[in-house]
């Protein structure tokens, strides 16, 4: 699946740090999603954007500000986390109309918390 | 929550044999959707069956759908070495964007012994 690419593949910060993560997609999509994946919990859905405006903030501190400039870029901007952030982000588009459509997924950004 | 619980929790079987996954949900859904996902990779879908079909076939994939008892089945028949993965439920609902909010669930671990 080479559809969703992100970058880095893997990352370690110290809490202190600034960093970002890069999603970009080139199916033709217009949905974009983050995801966090965290060990023997279920996949938790972070923020939904839809023609470039998000429409699902699920709860997420603010230390983690998404950024879409368009359709195919989304982006992840960290700042100040924490350890138990240590987790696989995981970012996947769709087709935006019409339930019914699979989510595509790239292969996401290992995050390390020192 | 329409959270997606998977059982069991990890599965081993010899290759060539089939391999059952079973998933539970809480709410009522408009789809069903089967992801897999392999070691250090995002994830990829493999079936979605709607809330109205009671059965799909793709390949060596058979899913089930029993929405009285809010409960899918996925069967891997002829079980491979590449088949080892991970696979996840995922429950689709409605959402006021045209898009799918998917919730997965934990997953079930399948190893296939060669």
């Known amino acids: 699946e080479t559809g969703v690419t992100q970058t880095p593949r893997h990352l370690v910060m110290g809490m202190t740090n600034k960093k970002s993560l890069k999603c970009e997609q080139h199916l033709g999509h217009n949905a974009m999603y983050w995801y966090k994946q965290s060990a023997k919990k279920p996949l938790e859905l972070m923020f939904v954007?839809?023609?470039?405006?998000?429409?699902e903030n699920n709860s997420v501190p603010s230390r983690f500000s998404p950024e879409c400039p368009n359709s195919s870029h989304l982006f992840l901007h960290l700042h100040t986390l924490q350890p138990e952030d240590s987790a696989l982000y995981l970012c996947?588009?769709?087709?935006?109309?019409?339930?019914?459509?699979?989510?595509?997924f790239g292969d996401g950004t290992r995050l390390s918390i020192l | 929550s329409q959270q997606g619980e998977e059982d069991p929790q990890a599965l081993s079987i010899q290759e060539g044999e089939n391999a059952t996954m079973n998933c539970s949900y809480k709410t009522s859904i408009n789809n069903l959707q089967w992801y897999r996902q392999n070691s250090g990779r995002g994830l990829v879908h493999l079936i979605l069956i709607r809330s109205n079909e009671r059965e799909k076939h793709s390949g060596r994939l058979r899913v089930t759908l029993d929405t009285s008892k809010k409960s899918s089945s996925l069967l891997i028949t002829a079980s491979r070495a590449a088949d080892t993965a991970s696979y996840f439920c995922?429950?689709?609902?409605?959402?006021?964007?045209?898009?799918?909010?998917?919730?997965f669930g934990t997953g079930t671990r399948l190893t296939i012994i060669p």
């Open positions: 995922a429950t689709g609902g409605n959402s006021n964007f045209g898009n799918e909010k998917l919730t």
């Open positions: 996947a588009s769709s087709q935006a109309q019409g339930n019914y459509q699979p989510q595509h």
């Open positions: 954007y839809n023609f470039k405006e998000q429409t």
